[in-house]
C-alpha cells in the first residue's frame, strides 16, 4: 500500500512539471510528519523521507518505535539511521540524493523554514531544487477503505467517551476536570491520545470555537459545550454537541439550539461528490442568517480530517473545488452570544453519492438537546 501511494507521488509530481528532471535522476524530498506518514506507515519524530531511483529511505535521528501513535515503517523502505547530534535529517537527506545519482530533487517549500532550504543548497549546490508544492496532501484527500476504517473507529472511542461523560455527575466540576477526564477516557477506550486539545466550555463560554478549558465550574442552567475527537493510528475524528445542564431549558436556548440544529443538518444534507465545497458552506450559512445569527458562524463551516485534523478541503465561503466520494469532513457550525453562551453541534462524515445511502455518519451521539 505505501509503495503504491509513493509511485502515485512520482507520477504526480512527473506529470504537474515540478521540474524535477527525469525519473532516474530525480528525487523527492517530504518533510511534513503527516505526510511521511502517509507515505512510510510511520513518522517518527524529526524524521525525512527521500525518494530516489535507488531506493525510498526513511532518514530517523533515532530508531522507529513501532508504537501505534507512531506507526510502524513500511517494509520495502530503507531505515537510515543517523549518528547522534549530526544535523537535520533533511539535509543528510539531500546529501543522500546527491550521492544517489540525482540531479534534481523536489522539496515540500510550504513546510521547509529558509534556514533549512538555505542548508539544502549549501550541502548540494549542484542539486536543482524544485517544489513539490502540496502535491501529498492532494493525494491524501480521497481516503481509501483502510483509513476510513480507522476514522470510524477513531468515531466509535469518541461517541464511547462522550457518553460516559454524560452519564456522571457535572454540576460543579471544572470545564478544566472534565476536558482531562474525557481524554483519559479516549484513552481508555483504545485512542492512541486525543486528536487535538479536548474543548469543554459551560455558561457564557458556551458556543465558542476552541475555547480553552478554564477553572469555571458547571451550574444549573448552563449550556455546556463539548468538543473532542481521538487520535486512532494516526487518523483523527472530531465530534462537538451542546446540553443544557440540570433543568428545562428556557426558551432563548430551545430557539438558538434549534437554529443552530438546523443549520447543521443543511450542510451535512449538501454533502454529495460533485457539490462545490463553497455551497456546503453556504447551505449552513443561509440557515443561521434567516434566524439572524449569520456572523456568528466562523470563517468556515467545515474542513477536511484524516492524519491531521484541519486539513483540506475547507468548506468555506471562498473554498475552491468539489467533494469528491470518500472524503472525510466536519460541518460544526455554531453561535455563540456574547455575555449568555451559544451553541455548537460539529460531526465526522464521508462524502458518498446518493446512490451508496448518501454522506456517511459516523460520529452518532445523539443531537437531541438533553438536559444532564
Known amino acids: 500500500m505505501y509503495a503504491t501511494r509513493r509511485a502515485r507521488l512520482r507520477d504526480r509530481y512527473a506529470a504537474a512539471g515540478t521540474g524535477a528532471g527525469a525519473p532516474d535522476t530525480a528525487a523527492a524530498l517530504v518533510s511534513s510528519p503527516a505526510n511521511i506518514r502517509y507515505l512510510a506507515g510511520c513518522a517518527p519524530r524529526g524524521a525525512a523521507l527521500l525518494l530516489h531511483g535507488g531506493g525510498d529511505t526513511l532518514l530517523c535521528p533515532s530508531a522507529p518505535t513501532g508504537e501505534p501513535s507512531e506507526g510502524r515503517p513500511a517494509e520495502d523502505l530503507r531505515i537510515s539511521l543517523l549518528p547522534a547530534h549530526t544535523g537535520d535529517p533533511v539535509v543528510a537527506a539531500a546529501d543522500l540524493a546527491v550521492k544517489a ?10 513546510h521547509l523554514t529558509v534556514a533549512r532550504h538555505r542548508a539544502l543548497r549549501s550541502v548540494a549546490p549542484g542539486l536543482r531544487l524544485a517544489d513539490l508544492g502540496c502535491a501529498v496532501e492532494a493525494q491524501r484527500l480521497v481516503k481509501d477503505q483502510d483509513e476510513i476504517a480507522c476514522l470510524r473507529i477513531a468515531a466509535e ?62 451550574e444549573e442552567g448552563d449550556f455546556l459545550t463539548v468538543s473532542l475527537g481521538a487520535d486512532y493510528r494516526g487518523y483523527r475524528c472530531e465530534i462537538g454537541r451542546t446540553f443544557v445542564i440540570g433543568t428545562t431549558p428556557a426558551d432563548w436556548q430551545i430557539e438558538l439550539y434549534d437554529l443552530v440544529f438546523a443549520a447543521q443538518r443543511a450542510g451535512r444534507e449538501a454533502l454529495a461528490p460533485g457539490v462545490e465545497c463553497r455551497e456546503v458552506d453556504r447551505a449552513a450559512r443561509q440557515v443561521l442568517a434567516s434566524g439572524g445569527h449569520e456572523e456568528g458562524l466562523g470563517p468556515w463551516t467545515g474542513h477536511g480530517v484524516g492524519l491531521e485534523i484541519a486539513e483540506d478541503p475547507q468548506l468555506s465561503p471562498a473554498a475552491m473545488g468539489k467533494l469528491d466520494a470518500c472524503v472525510p469532513v466536519t460541518v460544526d457550525p455554531g453561535v455563540h452570544l456574547p455575555g449568555r453562551g451559544g451553541v455548537r453541534i460539529d460531526d465526522t462524515l464521508v462524502v458518498r453519492p446518493e446512490a451508496d445511502g448518501g454522506p456517511e455518519l459516523l460520529t452518532i451521539t445523539t443531537k437531541e438537546l438533553l438536559a444532564l
Do not use: C, Y
Request: hydrophobic share 40%.
Open 101 to 110: 545519482g540525482a540531479e534534481a530533487l523536489a522539496v515540500e517549500e510550504h
Open 157 to 218: 472511542i469518541t461517541d464511547q467517551a462522550l457518553g460516559e461523560l454524560l452519564e456522571s455527575i457535572l454540576v460543579g466540576r471544572t470545564e478544566r476536570h472534565l476536558a482531562l477526564e474525557l481524554e483519559r477516557r479516549l484513552v481508555d477506550h483504545g485512542a492512541d491520545g486525543p486528536a487535538f486539545a479536548t474543548s469543554v466550555a459551560t455558561g457564557p463560554n458556551s458556543g465558542r470555537p476552541g475555547h480553552l478549558p478554564t477553572d469555571r465550574r458547571v
